[in-house]
């Protein structure tokens, strides 16, 4: 069950004004491509190997054709004229001497560059064939297991971070075998910051493993092995966030991860990367989502463990309608945009519970088709153990009661340690209890049309609305500007990764867009 | 008699004074089984209780059970002889420090940081200033109590001591990761000299953080303190708190560092970010 009290024109009304705001920054997408994209598109070609000292050889190719200025023209088309130019060679030497003199390349005439990019877009034709077939293969062991618990239940989401994928593998596997239908492998800190993907398996990371294309093949190998055994299949999720969207993006496509985090502010807000470089970067990592059927989550909750959680319960509810503009502007169906939000209100207070449905059932209703993703209590979690397992189990009250789909678990020992064995067991098996034992409860209740449900939903849309017309009046690079979201101020120059920003060429060259816009 | 008067034994409670129970959680590596249950047993016995009652085993995964054991122990401890420091640096959570500065100190407390000289290494400044934290523990910028500025990478240090100065700062943050022939002390001192230069040294708080600093060293460089590896953002937000109060001349004042303090975290080890390229 999942009762909306809000007026319909306001939610249109709303819907149009972010998806205006989100307009107005596709426009600039648009124009600019970044390092990160680039590298994407490199690796993407299949330059996937790291050079000496572990520096990945797509950050090495892409920095010297930024060094030399002629990133505009897009990498795929300098991989192409370097190929061309030393047949044979390996692409980093072949991609270093054209870039160390560029302007001494003769320039080609236009038979022989639409030549180049017709080769060029056989390559990436081919590459997206094959990653397509690992897409269908993923799809594939989906469809011959049984999906969560039962129809109608969330996923069980628990996280495993002990830094060392081998060790995340063993925890992955018994959190499997107790219920887990989503595993996420938390990153290693600060990963987000790197502009670059690191290479290989992680065996000492520090609070998590590094996103690498190594590990997520071993854990997915890992989870493979365990859905067979359990006959039900189990998730993957990772972050595409960070200084690497794209790139990881690709890579989680790549080794068949079902899930992503993902989020067109959440790096601008709350790791400073510049917004720019985010705004483009979230848009070829969500064309990949689409493309590869990842189902991706968004930070909203991040909002609610910064500021109040009631009093910017709002900025949850914009802040999702403006991801729902971006991620349908970069071809997202809404069955793959699992909008994020969290049971976070302070329960020191009165009827916490009711102002939490109020939110998890606006939030079900205003995406009917999203796979809600809902996050548990951690800004008001405490040392006592015993205390947190009865929190979390409210929030998977209003969970199975509302309708989400993917519950994360409780962040049991949050600002104490990383989940045991054993806090990941109680979560699992209080879950199942309270889902078994709600699981029609929501059919039976209906909350009273003016009662405090009721108000508080229509109270937090109309302060979502507001938002959203002062955004769209502004612009989002405005908004964002006067603190309008998360209670941080970002300027569009500002924060990391500016200078991997770079405005396109007129002959600009990106054969997988034109194939995942469409045009190709 | 008379100095058994002075003591006050006591022994932990749970349903009869001085029974002595202990209610235990873990889990064991092995499936299942009865052996399993005595091992769980005997993990309490080794522990030093008796009259254990392994209350729960259940299958936690294939290979690992899960037990709630309890038992008794059978020590006991004299309360009056347990001698703890002054409270003075007892580490405030994030809504109880927010409160103490709203209090004591009526105002927003203004930090600015920066990786300073050559260094880009930001992953620590980072960590301590921005928003997300680090390690589950909240950045300085998420505080409301506190202004927090990040320059960045690559601050000359006059210009870290101009903006300081600018903004009013109340402590200073640098950062340095990148330690090759003891660059970090050269740009260190730099610092400390500007700061005097520009007649802020007295009057603001400064803070040296990296992989390789430590309280000693940052005193010798002319700083109020040093954070090494594994800091909290929350460490150096109480940190700076007790120091602004000692500067103010209200008691408590801090002992040594703030950074000493008993923490609910684990200890965290030295981060190897960045070692890759």
Known sequence: MAELFVDAEKIARARELARSAAKGVQAFIDRHTTVSIERTVLRLLGISGAGTRGAPLANLIVDRLRDAGVLHRGAAYWLGRALRAAPGKDPLHAVERIAAHPEKLPPLGAAEDEQLREEMRAEARAAVRELKSRIEDRKQRKRALRIGSFEGAPWKYVIVATGNIHDDVEQARAAAQQGADVIAVIRSTAQSLLDYVPHGATTEGFGGTYATQENFRIMREALDEESQKLGRYVHLTNYSSGLCMPEIAFMAAYERLDMLLNDAMYGILFRDINMQRTFCDQYFSRRICAFAEIIINTGEDNYITTADADEAAHTVIASQLINEGFARLAGMKDELIGFGHSFEIDPAREDTLLREFAMAMMVRELFPESPIKYMPPTKHKEGDIFFSHAYDVMSDLVAITTGQAIQLLGMMTEAMHNPFLMDRYVALKSASYVYRGARHLGEEIRFKPDGIVARRQREVFDQALALLEEVAKDGMMAAIGKARFGDTARRPDGGKGLEGVVEKGPEYFNPFLEILEGAA | ?277
């Open chain 2, 1 to 277: 008699m008379s100095a058994d008067k002075d003591k006050d034994l006591i022994r932990p409670y749970g349903d009869r004074k001085d029974d002595g129970v202990i209610q235990l959680s873990f889990v064991l590596p092995v499936p299942c089984s009865e052996k399993a249950k005595e091992a769980a047993a005997t993990v309490a016995k080794k522990l030093g209780l008796s009259h254990v009652l392994v209350a729960a085993m259940e299958k936690a995964g294939e290979s690992y059970s899960f037990f709630v054991v309890y038992g008794r122990t059978h020590m006991q401890l004299d309360y009056n002889a347990i001698e703890v420091p002054e409270v003075v640096h007892r580490k405030h959570g994030f809504d109880e420090l927010n409160e103490a500065i709203r209090r004591d100190l009526g105002r927003r407390i203004v930090v600015i940081g920066a990786c300073i000289g050559t260094d880009s290494h930001t992953t620590g400044i980072d960590a301590i200033m921005n928003m997300k934290g680090f390690a589950g523990d909240y950045g300085l910028e998420r505080y409301p109590m506190f202004r927090a500025v990040n320059l960045g990478s690559q601050v000359e240090p006059e210009k870290l001591v101009a903006r300081a100065k600018e903004e009013g700062a109340d402590a200073v943050l640098v950062s340095k990761v990148v330690t090759q022939r003891e660059v970090h002390k050269e740009d260190a001192r730099a610092l400390i000299d500007a700061a005097r230069q520009q007649g802020i040294f007295d009057k603001t708080i400064f803070l040296f953080g990296g992989p390789r600093v430590d309280h000693k060293t940052a005193l010798e460089l002319g700083f109020d303190a040093g954070f090494g590896p594994g800091t909290k953002p929350s460490d150096v937000a109480n940190y700076i708190y007790y120091r602004l109060l000692e500067r103010m001349g209200r008691p408590p004042p801090p002992q040594k560092t703030a950074h000493g303090t008993q923490d609910a975290t684990v200890p965290a080890t030295g981060e190897k970010l960045g070692e890759t390229l």
